[in-house]
């Protein structure tokens, strides 16, 4: 349904570009889960996705009409009127009518949990409640690809459920997102697809399953060192370890190595402070590929 060539862009007076030839396809029903640490372009490409920057470079491509919604990282709303009145203002705006908008409403402020909110003044709203209606106006829009910029921060964990809940019925509808988050289960949640910023750059772009199944690890801590004749182990294993304060990590371990680092554990006097098998988490993953840096 889209799809992005060559996109660059320096902000005025920079020394590097925000971003630099940036390539991408998104397809109808698909979620792509966008990480980078701050500064990395996230929010630039957004922008210019959604017109709020002009475009440098590059070529933007829709394949049939272009529609699109947006959840901000900043508040937009006005903070004056109420949640209905804001609700109203921007289905207004958005040009709804009839039963489309009565529905249209109904869903959004059933999705963002704001029934009992309607009445108050935004400004009277919590952080959390904010976040919410700014939720609720970005889903107001019918759209073919939605964007969602940081838009659960400072949202109580409860209420992250529901307006995740929303994303994934978005992407089920056959709705296009693309959704940028520091917490990266919720990436690892709504994602089908990830693709890692770093510097402006496209660093990786990869299905998600396919990154998450790459191999399982297991890791172990102890309270004071690691045992003796656990190195050996490993050595006679065939196998490597990263070392970790306290412990290790090992990495793509088939059940028989398993086994026998188990067997090791169980007969050693004190047990690990830390034993986890499984596969790793994208929090995990997003560490080691962008060199280790939050």
């Not at 009518?97 to 309607?118: P, V, Y």
Request: glycine share 8%.
């Amino acid at each position: 349904m889209l799809e992005l060539r060559n996109i660059s862009f320096r902000y005025p007076g920079a020394q590097s570009p925000a971003l630099q030839n940036i390539g991408l396809q998104l397809q109808e029903g698909q979620c792509l889960g966008l990480l980078g640490s701050n500064g990395a372009g996230k929010t630039t490409l957004l922008a210019l996705l959604s017109e709020t920057l002009a475009m440098q470079h590059g070529d933007i491509r829709w394949d049939g009409p272009r529609s699109l919604g947006l959840v901000p990282q900043q508040l937009a709303f006005y903070a004056e009127l109420t949640v209905a009145e804001n609700l109203a203002l921007f289905a207004d705006l958005h040009r709804l009518q009839g039963a489309r908008r009565r529905l249209r409403l109904e869903l959004c402020i059933h999705s963002t949990a704001l029934e009992d909110k309607l009445t108050r003044r935004a400004a009277r709203l919590s952080g959390g409640e904010q976040r919410r209606l700014n939720f609720a106006i970005g889903l107001l829009q019918p759209a073919r690809l939605y964007l969602f910029d940081e838009a659960t921060v400072g949202v109580d964990a409860s209420s992250r459920q529901l307006l995740l809940d929303a994303v994934e019925r978005l992407t089920g509808e056959g709705h296009g997102v693309i959704y940028t988050s520091h917490y990266l289960d919720e990436i690892e949640r709504v994602a089908s697809r990830i693709l890692l910023l770093h510097e402006g750059r496209v660093q990786l772009d990869v299905d998600k399953q396919q990154l998450l199944d790459a191999g399982h690890s297991l890791q172990l801590e102890w309270p004071q060192q690691v045992p003796d004749g656990f190195s050996e182990l490993l050595a006679q294993l065939q196998l490597h370890a990263e070392p970790l304060p306290g412990g290790v990590r090992i990495s793509d371990l088939d059940a028989t190595q398993l086994q026998a680092i188990t067997q090791f554990v169980c007969v050693q006097a004190q047990p690990p402070s830390l034993l986890r098998f499984g596969r790793p988490s994208l929090e995990q993953l997003y560490l080691s590929l962008n060199g280790g840096r939050l």
